[in-house]
């Protein structure tokens, strides 16, 4: 507690924003999850810096926190910092007249309505996808036939190395992305930025493209109800929806979570569902799917806390 009021003071003294004592529930897409003792909002590269430092040489256990999409918090919560970056680091400019940056705070549905405006092609499959530019970094995201390798051209990150965190990039085969992977998945790394190449189109076009995939989104997937996208990974030669389908699991509730009657890939909160449920629930699917089909579904949704 002394070490997290020591932060707190630190934060104030450097002019970064930041809140105490947050509920975590109220800054993810499942709505679940306990209080965070501290939660900092970076406008810039230069204090992300400081804050990692600084939480480091406290010993103040950390995360990076955009939209909360692919998260599950825990009902405990989190003791220590939370590092969210969002629209205090959202900018986003064009390079050329088919290259575009952008922080990784900013959403990606705002990053696609962004290229639409330029006459921009290349990012209406991620239009909907609800994270950020470094949370669909992180995890290589992806819908309709495309996902993020096939247009990020570089990515920025700062490591820490000897002793202090270091601005870095990676372009090309460096960032390692493949389904749901990246250079990033569980190193110690924080993702600030992005470069995308793009084609010039036509922005009706590119707007009716983008229009279609979210109306298509809204018809399949449950996005009236919390929940944190795609609960588990697609296993080799199969869909993880049509196997918890197959296993007649929609509808399957634990508590206030249930499996959705509309995708079963997905659970949903249906009303102040806690972690335990959500957690009991997806052992529950992998258990049945695995007796009945052979195939061991992998969580693809972060826990943390």
């Not at 993702?191 to 190449?197: D, E, R, S």
């Not at 229009?211 to 944190?228: T, V």
């Amino acid at each position: 507690m002394k070490n997290i009021q020591l932060l707190a003071t630190f934060l104030e003294e450097k002019g970064i924003a930041f809140e105490q004592d947050v509920t975590l529930k109220n800054h993810c897409t499942f709505r679940i999850g306990g209080p965070v003792e501290l939660l900092a909002h970076p406008a810039d590269e230069g204090q992300i810096k400081d804050i990692m430092q600084k939480a480091r040489e406290l010993s103040v256990d950390t995360f990076v926190l955009g939209r909360g999409s692919n998260i599950l918090f825990s009902d405990e919560g989190f003791r220590g910092l939370a590092v969210h970056l969002g629209k205090a680091f959202s900018q986003v400019w064009q390079e050329d007249e088919v290259t575009l940056s952008c922080q990784s705070g900013i959403a990606l549905s705002a990053l696609c309505e962004y290229a639409q405006h330029q006459g921009l092609t290349g990012l209406e499959f991620a239009y909907g996808i609800p994270g950020t530019v470094g949370g669909a970094v992180y995890m290589n995201a992806g819908a309709y036939g495309g996902e993020m390798k096939d247009v990020l051209l570089s990515t920025r990150h700062l490591i820490r190395q000897n002793g202090s965190w270091e601005a870095g990039a990676f372009t090309g085969e460096e960032m390692e992305l493949s389904y749901r992977h990246s250079a990033y998945s569980d190193r110690d790394m924080v993702i600030t930025g992005a470069t995308f190449g793009l084609h010039r189109g036509d922005p009706d076009e590119i707007r009716a493209k983008m229009d279609d995939y979210m109306s298509r989104r809204r018809s399949k997937q449950p996005l009236e109800l919390p929940n944190a996208g795609s609960t588990f990974k697609r296993p080799q030669g199969n869909y993880a929806s049509a196997l918890v389908d197959q296993c007649g699991l929609k509808g399957l509730q634990v508590g206030g979570a249930m499996v959705s009657k509309k995708h079963a890939g997905f659970v949903v909160n249906v009303g102040d569902a806690t972690c335990a449920d959500v957690l009991e629930l997806i052992r529950l699917i992998q258990q049945t799917v695995e007796k009945q089909t052979g195939y061991r579904l992998e969580r693809e949704i972060r826990l943390i806390g």
